[in-house]
């Protein structure tokens, strides 16, 4: 078990390499299954034996695939579901002789299936087409993407029975196919054909319907995932897996990317893009030089005000650098990739395709926010400041939200508090920066005259939680 984790470092170059060679498509496989030789799936821990007892809910609908074949002392099937039996699979009653290693004589309880939500990160892994498990090398996904997005391709292993709880926010969940007992479809008719079938209604539950589209990103410079309208649910899926919110972070002003449900130490890039942007090109650009861990995407930042009026959204391409070290060097090497990358950026950001950009930090060490920007043709204006504070004023609301205290109407702020101007920047505040709306304030000071309270009820809205956010 400890092995685990010094075992990384080696595996570094491969996984790259393997990235590069099949980037063009992600494959998400669902892990959890409903097998009947699945030690989990009983609350025993274990596979009946012969003297065991076998007892599905009665009203729990499931498909259970079986393998090979059980004798059993007795059965109870539910009302609704399905064995899908393997070639010489089967049941048979037990004789009553003598099984070595089953004295037991046990009910044994087929477990809850009904729970488990396509919306929970922890339930896919990123696997390459055939199947086999992607290394986890420097490239990471933010929390909503590590659900299938719009463009991805689905896999549900071959050889295994499964359930998912498709409960959305949205009426339609996109993908490009779906691959289910080894077959893959990815045509819509091929698609609606099997949902015909009697398995579909025993392996889908839920409101939200599944759609098979045959298309993959359109866009060179990249597609939003589209997973936003669900973030919500999805990081509650996280939390409960976790068993409690986030990790303690070993920084004090954690950063918070978009489609991410925890503050991350390190460092965030936000880009500008031209038409001439090629996100794969890009990444493999930055993988070349990368020393921390990395996600990078296209993803809307919703213009919005306390999410209830949406206005409109912007793509941008979000990079999140992060690193594993610790202490006051925390988030150090992710900051040194970050600023490269807008060395980079300044360098060759035109040909790139790549017209503006703009970095946070938060490392062990930064007591309050750190900004750097870069604009191809003029300055942006809006640094931001007062990290630590906003983040502990944030933290009070979360918590007292959570003890049900306060409640959004409640979140008005009588005093004036002013936002920090870039002091380098005379130009206009019509910026193309992307300033983090969680970042915007700092404490409150004498100087009441720049009083803009719209920034201010914003900062404390992860952008996470809008619902409001469209895909284009
Ligand atoms: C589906 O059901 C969930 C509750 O499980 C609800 O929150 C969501 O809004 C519903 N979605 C639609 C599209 O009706």
Redesign the pocket.
Known sequence: MAACCTMKRPFFLLGVLQLLAAAAAVYKQWIPNTNFETASNWDKGRVPCASDVVHFEKDKVVSVFVRSPHELTDMYLPLNGEFVLAAGAGFTAFDGSWDPGCDSGETVRFADAEQHAWFDPTLWQDVFPNGELKPSGRIFSVDEERVPCRYDDVIFQAETSFRVNT?????VIHLRSISVMGQELSTPTSWAGYLQGPSAPLQFH???TLQVTGTGCPDKSGCACGNTLDGPRICAALFRALGRRCPAPVCQSPLQPLGHCCGVCGATISLDFTPDFDLQKYQDRLIQELLSQMAISKVHKAQTFLGIIPRSSTPLIQIVLIDDRAGVQAGTTAEQLAADIMEDVAQHGEALGISSGKVEVATGSTSSGQVGSHTLSRITAGTVMGLLFGLVFLGGILLLYRKGKLRLPALRFPQPWDRLEDPVSAAPASDKGFDNPMFNVEPPRTDPGEETPKDLQVFYLNPLYDASETET
């Open positions: 409960d959305s926010s949205q009426q839920g409101n939200g």
